[in-house]
């Protein structure tokens, strides 16, 4: 089941059996954005073959293919203890493929599959200095909640919390 973006491009469901790929994909967002990420590519390539399957498993993940490689990631879990709220932990589309809706394709299949499970509320951390994020989620109607937290790869800066009604 997947879903149509700009042309040539599908957004679909990554299970556990995909953790090559999503490893691929989540060290190149790393390697590309590290300023925008709570981790770093060092930390996470670091990770061994048999670490890496626990570590994926509690997201739920969608991956976008244009022209038959994969672009972009989006992965996402249900807060726990918060009825009604995902959230948001991962988020990147390659610099080849940005600028064409890719991401917003990747956030609506993110979007259907949290209305799905009854939520109600998205939440997502978006990294000081990280604008191109920030005005990306505003784009898409996320606000900011005036919630901020150390950032875990680099404590000195902090993540801004943001909100989307589902």
């Known amino acids: 089941m997947g879903q149509d973006g700009p042309v040539g491009t599908t957004v679909r469901r990554a299970g556990p059996e995909e953790w090559r790929l999503l490893r ?3 060290l190149a967002a790393l390697r590309e954005a590290p300023e925008a990420f709570g981790s770093t590519f060092e930390r996470e390539a670091s ?11 509690p997201l739920e993940w969608f991956v976008a293919d244009a022209a038959d490689r994969p672009v972009g990631l989006v ?5 726990a203890g918060r009825p009604g709220r995902c959230e948001i932990l991962s988020m990147w589309v390659a610099p080849e493929a940005r600028r064409q809706g890719i991401g917003a394709v990747l956030i609506g299949a ?4 949290a209305a799905g499970r009854g939520a109600s509320v998205f939440t997502l951390g978006v990294a000081d200095g990280n604008e191109r994020g920030r005005r990306f989620y505003e784009r898409l109607g996320f606000s900011p909640t005036g919630a901020r937290e150390p950032l875990h790869s680099d404590p000195g800066r902090c993540t801004n919390e943001y909100t989307l009604a589902i």
């Open 47 to 57: 990770f061994s073959d048999d670490q890496w399957g626990p570590w994926l498993a």
């Open 24 to 26: 691929d994909l989540r």
């Open 75 to 79: 992965g996402l879990t249900e807060v």
């Open 110 to 113: 993110a979007r259907e599959w």
